[in-house]
């Protein structure tokens, strides 16, 4: 430890008084550079992640239509659009200037 402390002295004194070499001692003595950066780059993050949340948002909404249409309301079987229609007799349309009227007559 003395040792370090004396190369230390002797450091400061060259450099307090100006003595050849002593200023020149660290010229050129660079800090290492930073290591390169990995993974990806900032400006592909958050299109990268937004694309994600749509395929992600996309595949759930497949999911939830197709489990939809495969089981039907209860108590309502494979012919339940029959009685719907039945029920609909007549449908009219009253057109008036800027109006239009849609009229759902049951039976």
């Known amino acids: 430890m003395s040792l370090i ?12 008084s100006g003595a050849a070499g002593g200023s020149d ?3 050129g003595v ?5 290591p390169p950066r990995r993974g990806l780059p900032r400006g592909l993050l958050w299109p990268l ?9 996309l595949g759930l909404w497949l999911v939830l239509a ?7 309301p209860a108590g309502q079987g494979p012919g ?5 229609q039945a029920a609909l007799a007549a449908i009219a349309l009253e057109r008036s200037p ?3 009227r849609l009229l759902l007559q049951g039976k």
Do not use: C, E, F, W
């Not at 402390?5 to 307090?16: K, S, V």
């Not at 992640?49 to 948002?57: E, F, S």
């Not at 197709?66 to 039907?72: F, G, I, Q, V």
């Open 25 to 27: 001692l660290l010229d």
């Open 5 to 16: 402390n004396q190369m230390l002295r002797d450091l400061d004194r060259r450099r307090a």
């Open 98 to 100: 800027g109006r239009v």
């Open 66 to 72: 197709k489990s939809r249409d495969a089981t039907p």
């Open 49 to 57: 992640l937004l694309l994600l949340a749509a395929g992600i948002a």
């Open 30 to 34: 660079r800090p290492p550079a930073p």
């Open 80 to 84: 339940a659009a029959a009685p719907r």
